[in-house]
């Protein structure tokens, strides 16, 4: 059975920083992953999809990577603002016979200005 | 297009009445997913239609819930006889798969369903 876990639950850090947010799951055998942010009462946004052949994939100050063998994946944010203050979450597609997707229960950045 | 439209946006029911949530996918989009999310927690995988058909279905969706997607375009949600534990976001999500993998998945902005 597919788990997803993402560490640290919370983190709080001052405008300007990078930051590493980290995804972990215990099947390999994905199709895909996706980042999502969601802000408060919202919905999920995609940020960003890699899919099972890639290793990374960037967008703006955004990259993620994808190590299936080790069963991680991390977001790195560049530059951090006080807009970037949302929950973000990783979710994983697979294994086969499933078209689901996991989430991890996210973890909470608050970026202070 | 404007992405995955979801309505309501609110509903508060008593319990044992029915409510019904409708989904708008991204129009070229065949796979249409319906997740239920409760604070705190990553959304939680209700159930899967490609195009019309509904092909998977979490365990978790006990015999009060149906979902359909008619024709493969819109998609409602029901709940019969609700119980206040069924309070929760329920979020729908599309994508399509052109034959090089999947796409992103598009989330609503979700029905927030109260029972009170």
């Known amino acids: 059975k597919q788990e997803v876990t993402q560490i640290p639950a919370a983190l709080s850090v001052p405008e300007g920083e990078n930051l590493v947010l980290n995804c972990s799951f215990t099947?390999?055998?994905?199709?895909?992953l996706q980042w999502f942010r969601q802000d408060p009462g919202k919905g999920l946004t995609s940020l960003l999809l890699?899919?099972?052949?890639?290793r990374e994939q960037t967008s703006g100050r955004l990259n993620a990577s994808l190590d299936k063998s080790s069963g991680r994946s991390t977001l790195y944010i560049a530059a951090s603002q006080p807009g970037d203050s949302a929950t973000y979450l990783c979710a994983v597609r697979g294994p086969s016979g499933t078209y689901k997707y996991i989430f991890g229960t996210g973890t909470r950045l608050k970026v202070l200005a | 297009d404007t992405g995955v439209s979801q309505d309501p946006r609110h509903k508060i029911t008593k319990r044992g009445q029915n409510v019904t949530f409708r989904c708008d996918p991204i129009?070229?989009?065949?796979?249409l997913y319906w997740y239920r999310q409760t604070l705190g927690q990553g959304p939680e995988f209700l159930t899967y239609f490609q195009n019309e058909a509904q092909l998977e279905k979490s365990r978790l969706l006990s015999d009060r819930f149906s979902a359909e997607r008619p024709k493969g375009s819109f998609s409602t949600l029901e709940i019969q006889r609700t119980e206040q534990g069924d309070s929760a976001m329920y979020l729908c999500a599309s994508s399509s798969d052109p034959g090089q993998g999947e796409t992103e998945a598009f989330f609503g902005q979700g029905t927030r369903l109260t029972v009170v």
């Open positions: 890699i899919q099972s052949s890639q």
């Open positions: 099947d390999s055998a994905i199709y895909n």
């Open positions: 129009s070229e989009h065949n796979r």
